[in-house]
């Protein structure tokens, strides 16, 4: 009885530390998400005709998060990575992730208490950093296939075709993602949702500097009038421009995060080997309880200048 209290009091407590790690992470990865100078598209709320995701299908899970402001962020980062997660898996895929690290961190016997919590954390976190890491990928792909989309959409429009039909014919040709994308917006606007809103609602569901000029681009034109297919060839031009700058800048900043990646395995390699040449010396750090708070100290700091190098060598464009 005594060994159930104490799994129960490791699995809220890993739980309540998942979540509010992954609040933490919320804050900071947001605010790097979204391009400041860049506005998004002011419009009042238009509305969707898609069908409402629920939490969770435990309605007491449900209820239970329902009270958490960033579950909407974190369903909103789902949509966006195309994944059919709910809120609801995703906060248990965390809470047994967390859980599972700290059993076997407290099991290795290796890290101090306060040590075993953090990677616990780092553990409850690992869902949201990959459902980030699907999301940056699905975004980079939809902006490779902008500037040929809208090459497109400009021909179709010097063809005869209205925008929606442009539009329609895109998400037949294209490929994934942005196929997957477009369809939708035709959907809205077939089900009878104005072409205006139907495009809002693509910015919102593709947060991504390139869309908003897109869509920012093609809204301007429908109220003030104008040539739609010099504007929209004019916006391919600037998209690809804005990519090679983006491969340029990449191209010039590989030496900073090569050096990240080096100087943080640097002290991981050495270690491992002292410990294949002289292991009673290495041991030496690791029995010892001042050693072992030294080397978690030590991993942390690794760990902060890896992630300040790397902020360093991002440059936005």
Known sequence: MPELWTYSIVFVGTFFVGAASAAAAWKILDRQAEAPETPEPTAPEAPGILRREVLSTLSVLSA??????????????????????????????????????????????????????????????????????????????????????????????????????????????????????????????????????????????LPTVDIQFFVSAVVAQSRTGGNLHELLDNLSETIRERGTLKGQVRSMTAHGRITAVVLSLLPMVVAAAMMLVNPDYFMLVVDHPVGKTLLMMAMCGQLLAYLVIKKIADIKV
Do not use: C
């Open 64 to 205: 239970l998060l329902a009270r958490f402001p960033y579950v909407g962020k974190l369903r909103a980062w789902l949509a966006e990575a195309d994944m059919s997660w709910s809120a609801g898996r995703t906060v248990l895929m965390m809470l047994v992730a967390g859980a599972v690290t700290l059993n076997v961190v407290l099991a290795l016997d290796f890290f101090p208490l306060v040590g075993s919590w953090m990677l616990a954390a780092v553990g409850a976190a690992t869902p949201v950093f990959y459902i980030r890491r699907r999301r940056r990928k699905r975004f980079k792909e939809i902006e490779e296939q902008l500037p040929e989309a809208l090459d497109f959409v400009s021909r179709s429009t010097v063809a005869g075709h209205s925008l929606p039909m442009s539009l329609e014919l895109l998400s037949e040709e294209a490929g994934p993602p942005l196929s997957y994308e477009m369809r939708k917006t035709v959907d809205e606007y077939n089900l009878g949702l104005p072409m205006s809103d139907a495009l809002l609602n693509l910015a919102r569901r």
